[in-house]
């Protein structure tokens, strides 16, 4: 059973940075694209970036484009979103996922992460 786990998620004022990382366990397969996705409260989840296997293929939400970057480690299975420049709307939960191509969709993911928090004071 394939698991993903988020982590690196907390509490940062606005301008800050926090960097979120997710890890494959379990039964991975390759090649596979990941995603992150957030969801803040009463608002349904959104996309925010997706990476492709060989990492080649990057894509961004228009509202974190220039701030956040996509990367990933494919010894450790872990994708990583490094996120600057924070501001108060960016509060959310951030889900990772894990799918056969990177996409924007979230019916494209197969398998999905807990979440972490993510909180940005102002």
């Known amino acids: 059973q394939l698991q993903l786990v988020e982590s690196g998620g907390g509490l940062v004022q606005a301008g800050g940075s926090l960097r979120l990382s997710c890890a494959a366990s379990g039964r991975t397969f390759s090649p596979y694209a990941m995603g992150w996705f957030r969801q803040a409260p009463g608002k349904e989840r959104e996309f925010v970036a997706a990476?492709?296997?060989?990492?080649?293929?990057?894509n961004y939400a228009d509202s974190v484009k220039g701030r956040f970057t996509i990367s990933r480690d494919g010894a450790k299975n872990t994708v990583y979103l490094q996120m600057n420049s924070l501001k108060p709307e960016d509060t959310a939960v951030y889900y990772c996922a894990l799918g056969p191509r990177p996409s924007a969709t979230m019916g494209a993911y197969d398998y999905w992460g807990q979440g972490t928090q993510v909180t940005v004071s102002s």
């Open positions: 990476i492709s296997w060989t990492g080649g293929s990057r």
